[in-house]
């Protein structure tokens, strides 16, 4: 079955830096575009960063353009958020997301983890 598991999460201070992973299984890993989303308590789900199954083409939300970079390692079935120059306001949980393709494509999501920016 796919399963996706997110770590890294943490507590930090304003302008501090996380790196979260997720961890994937179940799927072909690489053939699979894969995006992070988060949700701030009282606010929808939102987009953060995708990337393509390759890695060769990434797309941010213009909140974390120049902060955040996501990437992936298709040998250990991982994908990445390192997180810079943190706000409060990127405090959520963050979610990753698997597009599997079958008969059609299958959103997965993961459990999240939790992150929070506060001195």
């Known amino acids: 079955q796919v399963q996706l598991v997110e770590s890294g999460g943490d507590l930090v201070q304003p302008g501090g830096s996380l790196r979260l992973s997720c961890a994937a299984s179940g799927f072909t890993f690489s053939s699979s575009p894969m995006g992070w989303y988060r949700q701030a308590p009282g606010k929808e789900r939102e987009l953060v960063a995708t990337?393509?199954?390759?890695?060769?083409?990434?797309n941010y939300a213009d909140a974390v353009k120049g902060r955040f970079t996501i990437s992936r390692d298709n040998a250990k079935n991982t994908v990445y958020l390192q997180m810079n120059s943190l706000k409060p306001a990127d405090t959520a949980v963050y979610y990753c997301?698997?597009?599997?393709?079958?008969?059609?494509?299958?959103?997965?999501w993961g459990q999240g983890t939790q992150v929070t920016v506060s001195s």
């Open positions: 997301r698997a597009d599997v393709l079958r008969s059609s494509v299958f959103i997965y």
């Open positions: 990337i393509t199954s390759a890695g060769g083409s990434t």
